[in-house]
């Protein structure tokens, strides 16, 4: 399969644990994106990231949230201490490099907060 | 005021209509537009991209966006039962790294 890979599909975190997102980009992309899709919202950016760089990061929030990209590895989405307010879908997607306009889509992996 | 504003619907036509899904937008930043697919519980997936107004067709799928009116449409003919989902309009400025989503027109074709 070579489209955007996300793991776990679903995760269940009791408040105050860490929830860990991971993704791999499609083959031939070095640019990955981080969406949140919480229920009955679209899709809101949160993150860019590049290999070794965080392009863009106005859309995470300010705290608890963080995000990277190695140069081996996945992509990974980190919240620390999550909350009820965390469930969502989140959701990697990947372009290639001046590519943005033709971004795919991951299958998104769902917290669900307990 | 949101950026991107789509009606979510619900819509239910019968199989074989001409199905009209709409996005409006306040921003005339945006120069990209695109239009996603999202089946329940999966990822969006990208089915149309155009930059220039006017009129895209792939298959039985026509994208259609007017700058002057800040408003976008995808138009799907003969529908089939595997097009009921989740449609997304999505946008892109020039220069930017950010998708802006509607919330999505969710489909129901009926056999």
């Known amino acids: 399969n070579a489209g955007v890979m996300q793991n776990p599909r679903h995760l269940v975190r009791r408040r105050g644990q860490e929830a860990r997102l991971r993704c791999s980009p499609m083959?031939?992309?070095?640019?990955v994106y981080w969406y949140r899709q919480l229920p009955e919202e679209g899709l809101k950016f949160m993150v860019y990231l590049q290999k070794e760089n965080i392009i863009d990061e106005s859309g995470m929030p300010k705290e608890r949230f963080s995000a990277e990209f190695p140069k081996e590895g996945p992509s990974i989405l980190r919240i620390q201490q999550v909350v009820r307010g965390d469930s969502a879908a989140y959701f990697c997607?990947?372009?290639?490099?001046?590519?943005?306009?033709?971004?795919?889509f991951g299958e998104g992996s769902w917290l669900t907060v307990v | 005021q949101k950026e991107v504003e789509q009606d979510p619907g619900p819509l239910s036509v019968p199989e074989g209509a001409i199905v009209s899904l709409n996005c409006t937008y306040s921003?005339?930043?945006?120069?990209?537009f695109m239009w996603y697919r999202q089946y329940s519980r999966k990822g969006p997936e990208l089915l149309m991209y155009?930059?220039?107004?006017g009129n895209k067709e792939d298959g039985r799928f026509t994208a259609q966006v007017d700058k002057s009116s800040k408003y976008i449409s995808l138009f799907i003919r003969d529908s089939q039962p595997s097009d009921s989902a989740t449609y997304l309009c999505?946008?892109?400025?020039?220069?930017?790294?950010?998708?802006?989503f509607g919330t999505g027109t969710r489909l129901t074709v009926i056999p």
């Open positions: 083959k031939g992309h070095s640019h």
């Open positions: 921003n005339s930043a945006f120069q990209y």
């Open positions: 997607a990947s372009s290639p490099p001046g590519g943005q306009n033709t971004i795919y």
């Open positions: 155009t930059y220039s107004s």
């Open positions: 999505a946008m892109l400025k020039t220069g930017a790294n950010n998708l802006f």
